[in-house]
């Protein structure tokens, strides 16, 4: 539909947070390639996450994902459409701005994304 394009990024931005995330020693090549949920136990927050595309992704291979965007209609569109998905952990989503969000709880990620 209207939103294949964004969907389609993922096929680029999956790989370089994996590749990021072995290079950074957060995770060894072995478990990338042999687990599907690869990033269980990896806590990630996605800035400007918009309506939640890589989001739930990053959710869908095991990351416990908090995806902040200041469009309170985005982030409305985000939660609508997590509904709808079998994710095991769904993602969490505020509406808020990185400069309101991070500081005070930036050390409790491993990985920020901001696409």
Known sequence: GSMKALHAMNDLRIPFIKNGLV???????LEVKNKVKFLEGIKILDIGCGGGILTEAL???GGSVTGI???????AVARAHTLSQPNATPP???ATTV??????????YDVAVAS
């Open 92 to 94: 969490s989503y505020t």
């Open 23 to 29: 290079n950074s020693h957060r995770l060894k090549a």
């Open 99 to 108: 400069e309101e969000y991070a500081p005070s709880v930036m050390a409790q």
């Open 59 to 61: 959710a869908r291979l």
């Open 69 to 75: 965007d200041p469009s309170e209609q985005l982030i």
